[in-house]
């Protein structure tokens, strides 16, 4: 009696063990088993990251299949991924897939992003490509030069901040600094003082100056008027200033000849310039032409003085015995 309760017992613990495995296996093939139906679809990627066999494939969170096996192609470029998916759920052509993970550092997965689910649902054995997953070790390894010229470029700001606090907030500079804005706030309340008095001159004088800005513009009219006018004159006599412009061209062309003359010593004018005999000569008439001018001056003086009669009487001379 008792050996057949032991293997009851026994029976019981290996049902129950059998139980759990089972569950188990359904719990870790992620709901899929031999008798659920399923259809495969062959995913190319250049790269799979850290992707896994077992992994989910989701469809807007959704787990709909896993990943069956990851292989490499033949032309040794690309790796291969065999997904397992539940025949219920269909994927349209249109359908992107990407290798996503689960949070920052979580485990990858497959991710179908639906578009329009334009065309016919995928058959077995349809192949697609998918986006290459974000690759943490790339990232670092470019954050590597990134980080040595964060560095460096703190390096150089600190330099400068030192250089900075040495060379410019020193007690000289702060000194220096502090009297240009006493300085500058000195200027700035006689300029408003400036302005206050600018402002009570214009309010004091606003008759005079509204006169004198009514004269401006007079003043401005009138000289409009008058640019009108000489321009109406210039047009008017224009043939007369022309020919006053022509006369003065050959005036200028008559003198240039003169002086082109004098130069050459040939003429009159020439003539006393370059030649020196006649130069002696005009200047002895010139001496004669002076001594006859200072005769005729006593003559007229004496006349003035003493009469014609007096000029022109001379004595008898004695006659001699």
Same mark, same amino acid.
């Given at each position: ?7 009851? &017992? ?41 992707? &896994? ?79 290459? =997953? ?115 061209? &050959? ?27 006649? &130069? ?34 001379? =004595? ?6």
């Amino acid at each position: 009696m008792s050996d057949k309760r032991l293997e009851i &017992k026994v029976g019981l613990f290996v049902l129950i063990g059998l139980t759990l495995i089972a569950a188990l296996l359904l719990y870790f093939s992620k709901g899929t088993t031999l008798f659920t139906p399923t259809y495969n679809i062959t995913l190319k990627t250049s790269k799979v990251g850290g992707l &896994k066999s077992q992994a989910q494939v989701l469809i807007s969170g959704v787990p709909v299949g896993r990943v069956e096996s990851i292989a490499l192609s033949e032309d040794g470029k690309t790796a291969t991924v065999q997904l397992k998916i539940l025949e219920r759920y269909r994927i349209y052509p249109d359908a992107e897939f990407a290798i996503d993970s689960l949070g920052f550092l979580g485990d990858q997965y497959i991710s179908v992003l639906p578009t329009e689910n334009k065309g016919e649902p995928l058959q077995s054995g349809a192949v697609v490509e998918a986006k290459e =997953p974000f690759d943490m070790q790339e990232l670092a390894r470019a954050s590597m030069g990134f980080v040595t010229r964060l560095d460096t470029t703190a390096q150089n700001l600190n330099d400068a901040i030192l250089r900075v606090d040495r060379m410019v907030l020193n007690e000289q500079t702060l000194t220096n600094l502090s009297l240009a804005i006493s300085n500058l706030m000195t200027f700035s309340e006689t300029a408003i003082q400036a302005a206050e008095g600018v402002n009570t001159l214009f309010e004091t004088n606003s008759s005079p100056i509204n006169a004198a800005m009514t004269n401006l513009v007079v003043f401005s009219l009138q000289l409009n008027q008058l640019a009108e006018e000489l321009n109406q004159t210039v047009v008017t006599n224009r043939a007369s200033l022309g020919r006053a412009m022509n006369n003065l061209e &050959k005036s200028s062309h008559t003198l240039r000849e003169i002086l082109a003359d004098l130069n050459a010593g040939t003429g009159l004018a020439g003539s006393l310039i370059r030649d020196e005999d006649l &130069k002696v000569e005009m200047s002895s008439l010139v001496t004669n032409f002076n001594e006859v001018a200072g005769n005729l001056s006593i003559l007229s003086s004496n006349i003035n003085t003493r009469g014609l009669w007096s000029v022109l009487w001379k =004595p008898r001379a004695e006659r001699r015995r």
